[in-house]
C-alpha cells in the first residue's frame, strides 16, 4: 500500500517551527485501524485524513472533501492545526484551484478559504459555561499546584476545561509555569475532561505587538501532552474572551516554553462573526 503523507508546519512560514501535522490523502477508502495505525506510526500530535466524497472527485480539482484527525492515541473531533495542514498541502502542493475548499468532519463542514497573506480557517465557536471549583480542584491542583485562579469554565461541546489565571499573572508566568500533565490521567478518568486550557488576559494596549489574551493547551487524554498551538482549543479561548473584553476581534498568542518567538500570524476566523488573529 503506498500512501502519499505530507509533514506540514502549521502557524508559521519557516520549516521546523509552529506546530507539526501529518496530512495524508486518500485517493480510496481505508480500512478503519489503518488511520489510527498510522498516526501512531507517524507520532505527531494530529494525523490528517483528506479523502474523497465522490469516486469521481479530484484533489486538484474539486473544493469539498472529507477530513478526519487522529492523534497517536485516538481520534478526535476538531483539530486547527492539521486542518490548516490540510488546506496548505491542497493548495500549494497538489495545486488545488479552487479559492475555498470544504472539508466535511465530525464538527460539521469547516471551510478554508485563500488570503493574500495566508490561509484563513472558519471554526466553530463553543461556549463555555461557569464550573464548580470543587468538581474540577484535584486535576487543577495536581495541574498547577497553587496557582490563583480567577475563573474556570467548562466547554461541554469540546469536553475542555479553561482555568483563567490571576490577572496578577503575566505573559512571563505562564511561558514558565510547569504543569504537570503525567499524572492527569489519574485525577481525572470519568471522561468528562478531554483537555486543559490554561489562559491569562493579555495586554492589548499601546503596545507595537500587543495580545488580548494569552493561552497553553494540554491534552494528555488524547495523548498529547502539551499542543504548542490549538485551533480548536481557541474555538472556546475566542467565546469566552470575547465575551469578557467585549470584543469580535482579537489577537490571541500560544505561550508555549517561550520556544515560538516572531512568528507570522494566521487568521481563524469562527462562526459567530468571532475573530482571532493568532499567533505563537
Known amino acids: 500500500m503506498k500512501l502519499p503523507i505530507f509533514i506540514a508546519d502549521a502557524f508559521t512560514a519557516k520549516a521546523f517551527r509552529g506546530n507539526p501535522a501529518a496530512v ?11 488511520h489510527q495505525k498510522i498516526a501512531r506510526e507517524m507520532n505527531l500530535s494530529e494525523t490528517a ?3 474523497k466524497l465522490d469516486p469521481t472527485d479530484n484533489f486538484t480539482q474539486s473544493s469539498r472533501f472529507g477530513l478526519r484527525w487522529f492523534t497517536p492515541a485516538s481520534e478526535v473531533p476538531l483539530c486547527g492545526h492539521a486542518t490548516l495542514a490540510s488546506a496548505a498541502v491542497l493548495f500549494h502542493k497538489i495545486k488545488n484551484v479552487n479559492s475555498t475548499l470544504n472539508f466535511v468532519t465530525l464538527s460539521g463542514e469547516l471551510k478554508a478559504r485563500r488570503a493574500e497573506d495566508g490561509i484563513i480557517l472558519d471554526l466553530p465557536l463553543y461556549p463555555a459555561h461557569p464550573q464548580d471549583f470543587h468538581e474540577v480542584k484535584d486535576l487543577i491542583k495536581t495541574a498547577i499546584g497553587d496557582t490563583q485562579v480567577q475563573d474556570i469554565r467548562y466547554s461541554p461541546d469540546t469536553r475542555k476545561l479553561l482555568v483563567r489565571l490571576s490577572d ?5 508566568f505562564l511561558e514558565k509555569l510547569q504543569v504537570n500533565t503525567q499524572s492527569l490521567l489519574q485525577v481525572e478518568n470519568t471522561g468528562k475532561v478531554k483537555g486543559l486550557i490554561l489562559t491569562i488576559k493579555g495586554d492589548p494596549g499601546g503596545q507595537t505587538q500587543a495580545f488580548d489574551f494569552y493561552s497553553r493547551y494540554f491534552a494528555p487524554w488524547v495523548g498529547v501532552a502539551e499542543d504548542p498551538v490549538t485551533g480548536s482549543a481557541h474555538t472556546v479561548l475566542s467565546s469566552y474572551w470575547s465575551q469578557q473584553l467585549g470584543k469580535k476581534d482579537m ?24 475573530t482571532i488573529h493568532l499567533e505563537i
Request: proline share 2%; with cysteine.
Open 49 to 51: 485524513f483528506i479523502r
Open 24 to 34: 495524508c490523502l486518500l485517493e480510496d477508502k481505508l480500512d478503519e485501524d489503518m
Open 168 to 172: 496578577t499573572y503575566d505573559r512571563s
Open 251 to 274: 489577537h490571541g498568542r500560544t505561550a508555549f516554553f517561550q520556544i515560538f518567538k516572531n512568528l507570522p500570524s494566521l487568521k481563524l476566523v469562527f462562526f459567530l462573526t468571532c
